[in-house]
C-alpha cells in the first residue's frame, strides 16, 4: 500500500504540473505580478467528492461518473487495470445498491492534488453476480484542473484475513526408556570355593 501511495503522490505532482500554462507569461520587471492560488483541499471537501462519485454509480449516472474523472484517469483493481474508458464501460456492470464508508485519511500532495485512503463496505453486484460485500481498502488521488477538482486513480483491494495457523499435531508420546541398570549381582553363600577348601585341607594335614 505504501509503494501504491508513493507511486500515486509522483503522478499526482507530474499531473498538476502538466495543467501549467507553457505560455511565457514574464512581463516587464516593472510590473506588478499577482499570482492566484487556489486553497488547499480539506479531509471533508475531498470525503464529499468521493462519496459524490459513489452517488452516481448508485443512480446509475454514467455521464456524471464520466465527467467527474480525468482524462488520463487509471483504475486499478483486482479485476485489471483500467482507463476512463475501461472504467465507465465497467461501471455500467455494476450495480451498487447500498455503501459504508469509515476510517476516513487524506494526504495533501498541494494546493492542487491530494490522495484519500477510505474502508468501504458495499452491497453490489457484477453482471448478475454478487460480489463481495467487503471490506475493502480504497484510495483514491483528485486534481484540480483548471479549478474543477476530479478523480485522477482510484484503487481498491478487498480485505482478506488470514487464516489462523494450523494446530501442530502433537506427536505420539513414546513411554520413557528405562535406565539400563546392572544386573543384581547373585547373593553370596555361604559356600566355600574350592581353592579355599583345599587350603584348609592342607593345613590340617601338617
Request: with cysteine.
Amino acid at each position: 500500500m505504501k509503494k501504491i501511495l508513493a507511486l500515486v503522490s509522483l503522478l499526482l505532482v507530474a499531473a498538476a504540473c502538466s495543467t501549467e500554462p507553457t505560455t511565457n507569461t514574464t512581463t516587464s520587471s516593472n510590473a506588478n505580478t499577482t499570482t492566484t492560488k487556489s486553497a488547499a483541499p480539506t479531509e471533508a471537501e475531498m470525503t464529499a467528492k468521493e462519496k459524490a462519485v459513489w452517488d452516481t454509480l448508485k443512480k446509475k449516472d454514467y455521464d456524471a461518473f464520466g465527467n467527474s474523472l480525468t482524462s488520463d484517469f487509471i483504475e486499478v483493481t483486482d479485476g485489471g487495470v483500467f482507463d476512463k474508458a475501461g472504467s465507465i464501460a465497467n461501471v455500467k456492470d455494476f450495480n451498487v445498491t447500498d455503501t459504508t464508508f469509515s476510517d476516513w485519511k487524506m494526504l495533501p500532495i498541494d494546493n492542487d492534488a491530494a490522495i484519500i485512503t477510505y474502508t468501504l463496505n458495499l452491497k453490489a453486484t457484477f453482471k448478475g453476480e454478487a460480489v463481495p460485500p467487503g471490506p475493502y481498502r480504497a484510495a483514491a488521488a483528485w486534481v484540480n484542473r483548471d479549478g474543477k477538482w476530479l478523480g485522477f486513480f482510484y484503487q481498491q483491494t478487498l480485505v482478506k484475513t488470514e487464516p489462523p495457523p494450523p494446530t501442530p499435531v502433537a506427536s505420539a508420546t513414546k513411554p520413557e526408556k528405562a535406565a539400563a541398570t546392572p544386573a543384581a549381582k547373585p547373593a553370596e553363600t555361604g559356600t566355600r570355593s574350592n581353592r579355599e577348601r583345599e587350603d584348609c585341607l592342607g593345613l590340617i594335614e601338617e
